[in-house]
DNA sequence: GTGCATAATTCCTTTAGCGTCATAGAGTTC
DNA sequence: GAACTCTATGACGCTAAAGGAATTATGCAC
């Protein structure tokens, strides 16, 4: 049996995946293509274009980093690709930490002194 | 009431800050002073430079980055500056981002033709 | 086949951020 | 006060990645 997570040092390698990950949902672009599909289902690269309106090649690419990822699915539709989002991970993810910055906000306005 | 999440696209500005925490993750310095400071507790600056293998000065900087992002606490113990965790939230995402690797590997595993 | 659409890829420039060296600040000891 | 240790900050080069214009690939209609 391994011994418990907490006290072994995550592997330099280990360290790199996640940081990688994260890398992928530090970009507002990604992030915006992300939730655009979450808010509006399965899209084609047109109507990506336009919600976020960024370039054709600038969309393509950051697609192609997520697919590649496997937080967004692609299927052809006659000339059109449509993608969609593949793993609920990112909107957990999202929430948590959404949840966190409400907390530290709160907590920020207690701690100012009333009127 | 405010409408459901899932039904509004986030502004701008929530696109902007969950990419910037992100981003702190999306470091392998950063990642891995936490990792340190989760793994040894508490630790002076002098340890974590001896830790990383990193430069003094790259270590102050991702540690001033962590502290104004409120991930981890500082406090003085004489002339050394004592760092630790401030927030579980960390490896909560590590944890959920891990799982999710290991659960797309083993899918591979599933789907390679056996012998 | 040609022509027309959509999307991916190849270049390119520019920018953000890493990482180090040198310096300045803060705190202790004498 | 001076001398010393520990940490933060300024200045700088360098590399990775954003972002766009132009080109190429892919699929459909004819």
Redesign the interface.
Known sequence: MAAP??????S?Q??????????L????TR??LL??L??GGAMDVASLIEATGFSQSHISRQLGQLQRA?LVSCERDGVRLIYALA?P?VE???????G??RQ?LEQQLQQLPAL
């Not at 949902?25 to 507002?28: A, G, K």
């Not at 957990?92 to 959404?98: A, G, K, P, T």
């Open positions: 997570a907490a006290l072994t040092l995550p330099p280990l360290i790199e995946a996640l940081s990688q990950f994260f890398r949902l530090s970009e507002p992030l915006q939730c655009q979450k808010h496997g793993d991970l957990e993810l999202c929430n948590l930490v959404q966190r910055m530290r």
